[in-house]
């Protein structure tokens, strides 16, 4: 198995650009969520989804859109991209059936610069 | 509003207990878990629950408000940063995370 994978591991964009982060994991969990990373922040929750068809907003979700139209992908959308976009992002997914006791599997991040 | 507090950096020698302390403000949060991350790669998970527990080196001790790792024999291939969550609902928080030193 591959896990979760995201595509690109790094992109630069200008200011005002648009462009998708992509997330597939191959691992049939239910559970998907986007964090992005920042120095000395941790990591910040974006959005997140428990199944197809189904997406909430995390803590920081302004400027950012998902979908989640499969089980295996959820891509995210920045579409006026700002300097404060400027992070590395990791998507994650879980197996949750029952109980809330399994762990997230993190993607290697992508990290993208806007200027 | 939730948030989980942990330092942000420890530092030890080599072949020591090193402990990382974590706290939160969660409310209804049922379960701590602790992720070690090096740069450019995946967080991966180190231990996790609701009691205290181990593996491996990585021990977790577990209060409702607060947890720790606790790392055995600690190496310098140990310096990453290391991140506590917690579980609430059908969420992940996770604290700021805490770089780890190792001097020889």
């Known amino acids: 198995n591959a896990g979760v994978t995201q595509t690109p591991k790094f992109r630069i964009l200008k200011i005002g650009q648009s462009m998708t982060l992509q997330c597939a994991q191959d691992m049939n969990h239910n559970y998907m969520y986007w964090y992005r990373q920042d120095p000395g922040m941790g990591l910040k929750l974006i959005y997140y989804s428990v199944g197809a068809g189904i997406t909430d907003k995390g803590e920081v979700p302004n400027g950012y859109n998902v979908s989640r139209s499969t089980t295996e992908d959820f891509p995210l959308r920045l579409e006026l991209a700002a300097p404060s976009q400027t992070s590395v992002y990791f998507c994650?997914?879980?197996?949750?059936?029952?109980?809330?006791?399994?762990?997230?599997?993190f993607g290697q991040g992508t990290r993208l610069t806007v200027v | 509003k939730d948030q989980v507090f942990q330092p942000s950096t420890v530092a030890s020698s080599e072949g020591a207990v090193v402990e990382i302390f974590c706290n939160h403000s969660?409310?209804?949060?049922?379960?701590f878990f602790w992720y070690l991350h090096f740069p450019g790669c995946a967080p991966r998970l180190l231990v996790k629950g609701s009691k205290p527990s181990q593996q491996g080196r990585y021990n977790m001790t577990y209060e409702r408000f607060s947890s720790s790792l606790l790392i055995l024999q600690v190496r310098e291939a140990d310096a990453a940063v290391y991140y506590c969550a917690c579980g609430v609902a059908d969420k992940l928080i996770f604290g700021t995370g805490t770089r780890l030193q190792v001097f020889p």
């Open positions: 994650a997914s879980r197996k949750v059936q029952g109980g809330l006791n399994t762990e997230a599997f």
């Open positions: 969660v409310s209804n949060a049922y379960n």
